[in-house]
């Protein structure tokens, strides 16, 4: 074989492989466990909650790997070999989530989250979480008493959301339906581009948790709360002013075009995909607004905005 031609197999194969790359999707991993009921009417809600929340994250298409837990199912062994499953499929673009439903206790040192046999701790859920090389992670604590959980799972590029402000309220949240209604209520979706954000969901969420006490005159005996920065300063209500919800605003956690996006050609998807991170970009702009000036931040959004355009009208061809 002559330099020519090897140099000409050398360009064909680097093309090969360059068009894979390009033509790869990132996937969705998504883990839902559902912990021990207790009494018989938790245990028929927990497994009711964790079924419902798959059948709604199935709506994001064949890049979807979903893992549900529930009942005698969700033994600590079986979450252990999911999350050590997922850290040898998750590739560092891809997003994971994790989703725990149930009870949880709090002695004052450690949140547990209750599982059939021994329990977990919230120090051991994160140590799992960490060997998992995803760049983009969730973790939506659902349980009672999970505000004690967000010291040990806050972490750089995860976003955590708990259904209680502390280890204190210990009542058995409502989160849980509410987070599954997210899924399914065109109303989550805030900017109605089809897309629910792990934001748009905890503010949903929120809302509605807060209306149930409200509307039933009860004592609200869970606050939830929301924290993306790595640090264990959870709020209830991010905003720029707080610098919270950043990631999650850029999280996607239900995306009903994506069953479309399957039929249509290799182009269309990279389009679709582009198009997805170009909102993605805009949705941290605002959340930099305050650091920038404002002729660089309307320059900004404004390169965004026709940058948008000019791909939903390739898309629209």
């Given at each position: 074989m002559d330099a020519a031609t090897a140099l000409g197999d050398g360009v064909k194969i680097a093309a090969l492989l360059l068009l894979c790359a390009l033509s790869a999707h990132p996937a969705n991993y998504y883990i839902t466990v559902a912990g021990?009921?207790?009494?018989?009417e938790y245990e028929a809600q927990f497994t009711k909650w964790a079924a419902d929340l798959e059948k709604q994250l199935q709506a994001n298409g064949g890049d979807a790997h979903i893992v549900t837990l529930s009942g005698n199912a969700a033994t600590r062994r079986q979450v252990?070999?999911?999350?050590?499953?997922?850290?040898?499929?998750?590739?560092p673009g891809d997003a994971f989530g994790l989703f725990l439903i149930g009870h949880g206790t709090f002695d004052g040192t450690d949140y547990k989250i209750n599982l059939p046999g021994p329990d977990m701790t919230a120090t051991e859920l994160a140590g799992l979480l960490n060997?998992?090389?995803?760049?983009?992670?969730?973790?939506?604590?659902?349980?009672?008493?999970?505000?004690?959980s967000i010291a040990a799972?806050?972490?750089?590029?995860?976003?955590?959301i708990v259904a209680t402000k502390s280890g204190t309220e210990k009542n058995a949240p409502v989160f849980a339906r509410y987070w599954v209604d997210a899924l399914r209520d065109p109303a989550a979706d805030a900017d109605k581009n089809g897309t629910v954000t792990a934001l748009e969901a905890f503010r949903y969420t929120e809302r509605k948790t807060a209306g149930y006490f409200e509307a039933e005159k009860l004592l609200a005996t869970e606050h939830p709360l929301l924290t993306d920065t790595a640090?264990?300063?959870?709020?209830r209500d991010p905003k720029p002013d707080n610098g919270q919800g950043v990631l999650a605003g850029a999280f996607p956690i239900l995306r009903p075009h994506t069953q479309i996006a399957a039929n249509l050609t290799p182009e269309k998807q990279k389009l679709l995909t582009r198009k997805q991170d170009i909102e993605a970009k805009i949705d941290r702009l605002k959340y930099q607004k305050a650091a920038l000036s404002d002729g660089e931040y309307r320059q900004q959004l404004t390169a965004l905005l026709l940058e948008l355009a000019r791909t939903q009208a390739e898309i629209d061809r």
């Open positions: 021990l009921g207790g009494l018989p252990e070999q999911a999350l050590a499953r997922a850290a040898s499929e998750v590739a060997k998992i090389p995803a760049q983009r992670q969730l973790v939506v604590n659902m349980s009672s008493a999970s505000g004690a799972l806050a972490k750089k590029d995860r976003i955590v640090k264990g300063n959870a709020v």
